[in-house]
């Protein structure tokens, strides 16, 4: 009888402390200069929480039913995760809400979202009927390009770095606005390359690492600098690769692993410290692979899932500890795939949808579960598709476009993790394959080239 007293006790300290807690989150925004926002209606029916297209309402981890409108021009790696029990923060004036960018709850800061910058928007049943969804067209690209980066700067502008058109790697880079939907140049990269990594810092500056260019399969490195536009050398890698990948891990080092090097498929990782500038090697892969993909999971872990290497297409996947920097095997996934994407949900889960098999591509997506390292089969999707992108949209859902399967694709499709169903969306206005997709600061993505079998290399830009 003691027991069982003592764990209603516990139980009962338990649902007030959460209450607490959630009325003190309330508290922190309940002042007149917050702005906020009824999260379930900004999210069902697809309306800005301000007049400012540059907010977004995020919700609090206390009370999915409500939100903050704050700014979103903010890097990721320039906001901290909340604490453990994903309620509370450790930094004064800001607070626990959810991310589906950052694919992690944060700690918002909330001067970010200050009625002055985030003023309320009047919801009319006039808005309600002009808000329209779908792909439309947007200021085309200086370059067509393909197998290139694209990344969200600090400032909400887009820079796209370097690919492949009419037979050649590019040292082009140029700048998207999304206030105008213009591009315009900035200075070129000293390497052209192709397949190769942009990562954005906490400090704002780009890394490019590796790729293929000039007949060169390279280990160079540099840094994109947005507040002069400049390019600068950085200390090379340890081994030169294509067809890598790039992780921000939660310490700020940046973790590449695998890829194709001058020695063939490779199984080796590094680190790239931006306090010093200086590689490090890490151990090795359990498997060599190259065009895998890499997450960081909300635990701060790495999982790299599939690719390929000699043997064909791959199904295993493995997990990275930056806190003891071993790789350890996790559970395999159904379907071995390359040319896939790994979408973060807003539970923790991974999802990852087609790609290509040992003979065709696939159409079959599965979840992976941190809790639990295992993977699930989930719902396919409507086309078998490879080379696509795949994005988390600030409901939750995953929009995927394009890629191929035989032909390029312009349909896209929505998942639902609530619902676990895929439905048809509008189509793209081109047809695209290895192009890339951005969530921008206003909630649109933003898809960038790719090559169609029809037009060849694309330099063409739209939004959803």
């Not at 702005?35 to 309402?57: K, W």
């Not at 919700?59 to 039913?65: E, P, V």
């Amino acid at each position: 009888m003691a027991q069982i007293l003592s764990s209603i006790f516990i139980f009962l300290f338990y649902v007030l402390l959460l209450v607490n807690i959630s009325e003190q989150q309330q508290q922190l925004i309940n002042s007149t200069t917050t702005a906020t926002c009824n999260f379930t209606a900004c999210n069902s029916e697809r309306i800005a929480c301000s007049s400012n297209l540059d907010c977004d309402c995020f919700s609090l981890t206390s009370n999915s039913n409500i939100g903050i409108c704050g700014s979103t021009i903010f890097s990721c790696a320039s906001v901290v995760r909340c604490n453990m029990d994903n309620v509370t923060c450790s930094i004064a004036s800001t607070i626990c809400v959810n991310s589906t960018r950052c694919g992690q709850p944060i700690c918002y800061p909330l001067p970010m979202a200050s009625k002055q910058i985030c003023s309320p928007k009047a919801v009319t049943s006039t808005t309600l009927q002009t808000t329209t969804t779908g792909w439309f067209s947007t200021g085309k690209m200086i370059n067509a390009r393909y197998y290139h980066t694209a990344s969200i700067l600090s400032n909400g502008k887009v820079l796209v770095t370097g690919g492949y058109d009419n037979g050649s790697s590019l040292n082009k880079a140029e700048l998207y606005d999304l206030s105008t939907g213009t591009w315009t140049s900035t200075s070129n990269i000293h390497n052209a390359r192709s397949s190769h990594t942009a990562s954005v810092l906490s400090n704002g500056k780009v890394l490019v690492t590796g790729g293929f260019g000039e007949n060169i399969i390279r280990n160079s490195v540099e840094l994109y600098d947005p507040s002069t536009g400049a390019w600068t050398t950085a200390g090379n890698m340890i081994t030169a690769r294509y067809g890598h990948t790039a992780s921000i891990l939660t310490n700020g080092k940046i973790l590449v692993t695998g890829g194709a090097g001058n020695s063939g498929i490779s199984k080796s990782a590094e680190l790239y410290d931006p306090s010093t500038g200086i590689w490090t090697t890490t151990r090795n892969m359990t498997n060599a692979r190259y065009d895998h993909i890499a997450s960081v999971l909300s635990n701060g872990k790495v999982l790299v899932t599939g690719g390929g290497n000699n043997n064909g297409a791959l199904n295993s996947a493995e997990l990275y500890d930056p806190s003891t920097g071993v790789w350890t095997t996790t559970g395999n996934m159904n379907n071995a795939r390359y040319g896939h994407t790994a979408s973060i949900l807003t539970n923790g889960k991974i999802l990852v949808i087609g790609g290509t098999g040992n003979s065709s591509a696939l159409n079959s997506t599965e979840l992976y579960d941190p809790l639990t390292s295992a993977w699930t089969i989930t719902s396919n999707m409507n086309n078998a598709r490879d080379w696509h992108t795949a994005s988390v949209l600030s409901n939750g859902r995953v929009l995927v476009a394009g890629g191929g399967n035989g032909n390029v694709l312009n349909s896209a499709e929505l998942y639902d993790p609530l619902a676990n169903t895929w439905t048809t969306t509008s189509n793209m206005t081109n047809a695209r394959s290895q192009h890339t997709a951005s969530v921008l600061s206003n909630g649109k993505v933003l898809a960038t080239g790719g090559y169609n079998s029809n037009t060849g290399f694309l330099n063409s830009a739209e939004l959803y």
